[in-house]
Structures are given as C-alpha cells and as structure tokens.
C-alpha cells in the first residue's frame, strides 16, 4: 500500500531552521508530484511548496525565499528545508502525492509532522 511517512519536526526558536523529509512507498516515486502542505490551527490547509517529477518547483509566497522543496528520486525522499522560520509558520505539515496510476488520478497524504516557531 502507499505510504508517505513525515519526520523532522519539532519546537525551534524564531529565526532557526528545520529540515522535513518524507519518504515514500508504493508509488512510482520519480513520476509523482510531490508537495509539501500545512495547516495551522482553525485555518484552511494551504500549499507551502511544490516540486514535479522534473523537478520544477513553486512555493507559496509566504515562503519564498526562506523555503526549498527537493526531492532524492534514488531515496524516495522529497525534502523542506525551512530557514529564517517565524511563529506564522507554525501548523502541521503534510507531505502529498500526486500522479496517475493507469490513467486515473491518485492524491495521497502522509499524517503529518509539527512544527512549533517559538518567539
């Protein structure tokens, strides 16, 4: 079955940085789109950072600049590397999946990871 498991969150101070990882099972790793998400409380789920299996990327402009999206095709693994964090960006991160399986489209979600910016 699929699989998209989080790792690298945690408490960090303003201004400090993190680096998420989510590794993936199950799919065909290097043809997916791969995405990173977040949702802070009683907010809506956003986009924070994208990057397609040719590795082009697009972030949400709150992040520009502080946020890098990668992906290792060899390990499975896409990457968000957040430096210069700020209290706003505290939520939950959700790593998700994108591509088509025989023609019909699939979306999966990992369970997510916090991240906690202290100020």
């Known amino acids: 079955q699929v699989q998209l498991v989080e790792s690298g969150g945690g408490l960090v101070q303003a201004g400090g940085s993190l680096r998420l990882s989510c590794a993936a099972s199950g799919i065909i790793f290097r043809l997916s789109q791969m995405g990173w998400y977040r949702q802070a409380p009683g907010k809506q789920r956003e986009l924070v950072a994208g990057?397609?299996?040719?590795?082009?990327?697009n972030y949400a402009d709150s992040v520009k600049g502080r946020f890098t999206i990668s992906r290792d095709n060899a390990k499975n693994t896409v990457y968000l590397q957040m430096n210069s964090l700020k209290p706003e960006d505290t939520a939950v991160y959700y790593c998700n999946a994108g591509g088509s399986r025989g023609g019909s489209p699939f979306v999966y979600w990992g369970q997510g990871t916090q991240v906690t910016v202290s100020s």
């Open positions: 990057i397609s299996s040719g590795g082009s990327t």
